[in-house]
Each structure stands twice: as C-alpha cells, then as structure tokens.
C-alpha cells in the first residue's frame, strides 16, 4: 500500500502560481511512477502531468504545458506540482497518483493509489 497526501492548493488571483506537494508514505517511492490529475465540478477527472519513477522522463497535458512543472525528490517521498500563470479555467481539485506499473501515464484507471485531493481556485 501507498498513502499519499496532497496539500499545497488555494485560492489565487488569474496569472498567480501555486506549488503542490504529495507526500507518499508505505512503500518504496523511487520505484513508483506518479501522475497529477484535476477535476472541476460536473466534469470527468483529466490528466495533467507524470513523471517516470526516476523522475528522469515527465509528460504534460496540451493545456498546462509550458505552465505547470512536475518534479520528485525521492530522497523525501515527495512529489510536487508547480503550477504558474494559473487560469480560471485551471479551477479544480487536483489529485496525486501512483502506480508501480503503467501501461499509459495519462489514463487514470491505471493508477493504483490516490490521494484525496486539494482544491485549486482561480479568481479572474
């Protein structure tokens, strides 16, 4: 088992950035790949970025890319999410995932374990 923790989201004013954390306790984190996604109301949860288990290879959703920066330490179990230039459209609760093994980085289904979530608001 893999316990994550997101935290780090809030309310921000349009073109503000905001830096999420997930925090990964139970199991070995270097050997996990991790994934961001988001999910705003009445909406179905979408990738946002991933990163390999070495951190070595990251992949980034059209509509954050050049935006948002995904990063690891695996020194500290912790995988961070920077996210710049925020949008309203950006709204959402943003969740951490892990899975040892993937067949795809940006289909969620294939994400073993999920944190709760932390709530990003943009204000334009």
């Known amino acids: 088992q893999v316990q994550l923790v997101e935290a780090g989201g809030g309310l921000v004013q349009a073109g503000g950035s905001l830096r999420l954390s997930c925090a990964a306790s139970?199991?070995?984190?270097?050997?996990?790949?991790m994934g961001w996604f988001r999910q705003a109301p009445g909406e179905e949860r979408e990738f946002v970025a991933a990163?390999?288990?070495?951190?070595?290879?990251?992949y980034y959703a059209d509509s954050v890319k050049g935006r948002f920066a995904i990063s690891r330490d695996n020194a500290k179990n912790t995988a961070y999410l920077q996210l710049n230039s925020l949008k309203p459209a950006d709204t959402a609760i943003y969740y951490c995932?892990?899975?040892?093994?993937?067949?795809?980085?940006?289909?969620?289904?294939?994400?073993?374990?999920w944190g709760q979530g932390t709530q990003v608001t943009v204000s334009s």
């Open positions: 995932a892990a899975s040892f093994l993937l067949k795809s980085y940006t289909d969620p289904t294939g994400y073993a374990y």
């Open positions: 139970g199991r070995t984190f270097s050997n996990y790949h």
């Open positions: 990163s390999s288990y070495s951190g070595s290879n990251t």
